[in-house]
């Protein structure tokens, strides 16, 4: 059951809008289920006698009556609007249901608490199977103003409660750091226009997804600006600098002129000041967007995310949040470094964890600078790493599901369910990716011999887990990744050991995946040792040039053969 409050001026016109036929006819038979006074709310939607007119007149009459007492003096924002709908396949709730719904709701949000007499008046019409609408005038008896802080949020609260007692589907509490909802008018609109997103929503997309590749807030204007979105930012009077911005999607106008959404009414961290605690106003140091080494924003990039989960384990809060955030970057330019099939999943992980990626804990962006650096390079990321790019999804696999349950421990309802969905679409964009890799890689699995030698070294180096390895069906694919690990020049005994030990692998439901990951992301000690040895022999004279030659990774040697015929 969703409440949405807001607030306007116009009774009539709200009056006009439930009792009338609706923007596309959608309104049938518009009545009143409850009042602050049935008998003194005369309701258009029953009374045969007198013209649809007359009665809206006396209606608005009679609900605006305590505004007219105040001798015209008419307050800001006085009519007060909380559509109530029950969710997708919830049970059909006659009017008495509704009547009683609607009386909690007013009474939890302080426009009629019970058993007060000079309460706001207000009604609830249904004009619909599944939802009511409650409007009233947020003037009581005695002239004064109701007490309606938080009511959106008590209002969610109280519809926990009916959901509960009424059998209807337990929805996820909020923590009013939630977007804002597009309107049934802007849903009807894109409609019109067979869009399946609304301006609305596209713009929040367009907005997350620019702010995790760009370093600066003036490169996020120059990036929104080339895609044809229109921006126009909000310049103090007295200052003259930037206090913040509005953005307008191509072709969407009303009556010939854009129509604007702030960032703030895009998302809350979407807010100039918001932005700001994340991206410079001007770039400090010059950074270049191509690297020497093209794998090598994959390797810092995977390393920075496998720390994430340790930071959810260990750290206070406002870290985690900010690591949260910082990791809802990482996942936007993740998709956009991916190619295949797989990027439509990854895509929408990154749109899932959006939700996910704030809280009402305030957080600390500074702590997670790191992440957010090696994330902003995946954006100029041009090189495919094959494997590296697969162990980087599988870290980020864990820490979605890390989020969820951070987020769960705390309460935090909507933001854990986000986390789990965007859990989901990752699982299926990393199998997508990971399951012809593993295939290739128990297809050239080495030889017997060398198999049975690397069980000895897994039996001696994890003897506690050694079983379960070699029960998981990934331990073909396992044994070509230690054979190659050996070719680069590491011990495999030691290699496992020191893998297993970054994180337990009681939880592990594949742990020879889990192994296979962690060692393709291993650097290349031989040619580790070879750039040494260069450097140590180069003269110091003058600044030597960086190796045009990428060094090889672990999952870029080629697999041991070894096979005699």
């Known amino acids: 059951m969703v409440p949405d409050v807001s607030t306007g001026s116009s009774t009539p016109g709200l009056i006009n809008y439930l009792f009338g036929k609706g923007r596309r006819d959608e309104h049938t038979d518009p009545h009143i289920v409850a009042a602050w ?4 709310a005369p309701d258009p939607g029953r009374d045969p006698t007198a013209t649809y007119t007359q009665l809206a007149r006396r209606l608005d009459h009679h609900v605006d009556l305590r505004t007219r007492e105040l001798g015209g003096k008419q307050p800001p924002q006085h009519v007060w609007h909380c559509p109530v709908r029950t969710a997708p396949g919830d049970r059909y709730l006659t009017d008495a249901e509704w009547a009683e719904v ?13 058993g007060d007499d000079k309460a706001c008046r207000w009604i609830a019409v249904r004009h619909a199977d599944d939802h009511i609408h409650i409007m009233a005038t947020t003037v009581r008896a005695d002239g004064r103003r109701p007490r309606t802080n938080r009511d959106g949020w008590r209002a969610q609260r109280e519809c926990r409660e009916i959901e509960a007692e009424f059998g209807l589907r337990r929805l996820k509490s909020g923590d009013l750091t939630a977007p804002r909802t597009p309107t049934g008018a802007e849903r009807a609109k894109a409609e019109r226009q067979g869009r399946e997103e609304t301006a609305r ?8 997804a620019v702010a995790a590749a760009v370093r600066t807030i003036d490169e996020y204007f120059t990036v929104l600006r080339s895609l044809g979105i229109q921006v126009r930012p909000r310049v103090g009077p007295e200052t003259g600098e930037v206090t913040g911005y509005s953005l307008a999607a191509p072709s969407d106008t009303a009556n010939g002129e854009p129509v604007w959404y702030g960032g703030s009414k895009l998302a809350p961290d979407l807010s100039y000041n918001r932005l700001c605690e994340r991206l410079p106003t001007q770039t400090l140091v010059d950074h270049p967007q191509q690297v020497a080494d093209p794998v090598e924003p994959w390797h810092r990039a995977e390393a920075a995310i496998r720390h994430t989960h340790a930071v959810l384990d260990s750290s206070d809060d406002a870290v985690a949040q900010g690591y949260l955030n910082a990791f809802g970057d990482a996942l936007h330019n993740v998709a956009l470094a991916t190619n295949g099939r797989r990027r439509t999943e990854l895509q929408a992980a990154a749109q899932m964890f959006n939700r996910a990626r704030r809280s009402a804990i305030r957080a600390d962006h500074q702590a997670a600078i790191a992440l957010r650096g090696a994330a902003k390079e995946l954006a100029y990321a041009t090189h ?40 989901r679409h990752l699982q299926t964009g990393y199998q997508q990716a990971a399951q012809p890799v593993l295939a290739d890689l128990a297809r050239r699995a080495p030889r ?5 030698r690397f069980e000895q070294d897994l039996r001696i180096a994890l003897p506690d887990h050694a079983d379960r390895v070699l029960s998981d069906p990934a331990w073909p694919a396992l044994t070509t990744t230690l054979a190659r690990a050996e070719t680069a020049g590491h011990n495999p005994r030691r290699l496992l050991a020191e893998v297993a030990a970054r994180r337990e692998l009681d939880t592990a439901d594949r742990p020879a995946e889990v192994l296979n ?6 650097p290349n000690r031989r040619a580790q040792a070879t750039r040494s040895r260069i450097t140590r ?11 045009t030659s990428t060094p090889t990774t672990v999952s870029e040697r080629p697999a041991e053969r070894g096979r005699r015929r």
Do not use: C
């Open 37 to 40: 006074d049935m008998a003194g």
């Open 102 to 114: 609607a009386r909690r709701i007013v009474a939890a949000t302080g426009i009629a608490p019970e």
């Open 201 to 208: 929503e596209w713009l929040r997309e367009q907005a997350y």
């Open 384 to 423: 495919d790493p094959g494997g590296l790019a697969i162990a980087l999804l599988f870290a980020a696999l864990h820490v979605t599901r890390a989020a969820a349950k951070w987020h769960e421990q705390r309460g935090h309802e909507q933001q854990a369910a986000a986390a789990e969905e965007a859990f």
């Open 448 to 452: 017997a011999t060398t198999a049975s």
């Open 517 to 522: 990951w962690r060692i393709t992301v291993q």
């Open 537 to 547: 022999n180069t003269t110091p004279v003058a600044p030597t040039p960086q190796p």
